[in-house]
């Protein structure tokens, strides 16, 4: 996995295809809590015939150094320094949940980079359920993080899927997860997020415990101009649910905002 320095610690990412044009368009996944750059598998190779695609693993998760961070601003910061560190000129950022709050807060400071946005399971704020933040700072963690897994995924998921995730959650370290729950806790811009000023895809499926659709609608009433996409049975990792109809979206959404053309 390629690995880029910023502030002396080592970031990593998936990118496809590896070779690729700094100057050319490319799309920057960030993952919610937990997350790594697997939950990005199916963008980056189904989408990359159209255009870079890179999944960014945030300090401390996956194999990026830790520590991690606790809030929406800090992370927003290492987000911005590796798409400079790697040179890209132009950039779609997508994020699903805690993801999602880092791009709207980066769409917000408006670099000069930035030509588009995509926000998955998400919402201008991101309150999370007591259940999850006091269950994980107590013995219990492995508990709360078993059922936060099951409420990532609809029902039409399948055991199989569920298991696989409830599998991944109880890996993970429960101060971080708590860190990213506690960021997206704090975060807020429900006053500010309509003056988020590039094209935007908003997707959301409607099984959504987690981040329900209500939050997507909103985001799509207050951002001029976006794309509002309701995936039917599927929850709030929609990209891994239904990744066939998640790409072909995106890869509309990038044809109709310009951002790519058609050959």
Same mark, same amino acid.
């Given at each position: ?77 290492? +987000?911005?320094?590796? @798409?400079?560190?790697?040179? /890209?000129?132009?950039?779609? !950022? *997508? #994020? ?92 807020? +811009?429900?006053?500010? @997020?309509?003056?988020?000023? /590039?094209?935007?895809?908003? !997707? *959301? #499926? ?58």
């Amino acid at each position: 996995m390629p690995e880029i320095n910023v502030r002396g610690r080592l970031l990593a990412y998936g990118v496809e295809p590896s070779s690729f044009d700094r100057s050319s368009l490319a799309t920057v996944f960030i993952h919610g809590t937990g997350g790594d750059r697997d939950d990005w598998k199916y963008q980056l190779s189904g989408l990359s015939p159209i255009a870079t695609m890179i999944a960014l693993e945030l300090p401390g998760h996956g194999a990026s150094s830790g520590p991690g961070e606790a809030s929406v601003p800090e992370f927003a910061k290492w +987000v911005v320094e590796f @798409v400079e560190a790697l040179g /890209l000129e132009k950039v779609v !950022l *997508v #994020g699903c949940s805690l993801g999602s709050a880092i791009t709207q807060t980066i769409a917000l400071a408006a670099p000069p980079w930035l030509k588009g946005i995509g926000l998955v399971g998400s919402g201008a704020r991101l309150r999370v359920h007591p259940m999850f933040l006091d269950g994980l700072r107590s013995a219990e963690n492995l508990g709360a993080l078993k059922v936060l897994a099951e409420f990532c995924l609809s029902p039409a998921a399948g055991e199989s899927v569920i298991e696989a995730l409830r599998e991944k959650m109880a890996g993970l370290s429960a101060e971080q997860v708590y860190n990213d729950l506690f960021a997206c806790n704090e975060f807020d +811009v429900m006053d500010r @997020v309509k003056h988020i000023a /590039l094209p935007a895809w908003i !997707l *959301v #499926g409607e099984d959504d415990k987690l981040t329900p659709v209500k939050y997507s609608q909103y985001l799509h009433k207050e951002i001029p101009g976006s794309t509002l996409v309701i995936v039917p049975e599927a929850g709030h990792l929609a990209m891994a649910e239904k990744p066939e109809l998640f790409n072909s979206s995106f890869e509309q959404f990038l044809y109709d905002s310009n951002l790519i053309n058609k050959s």
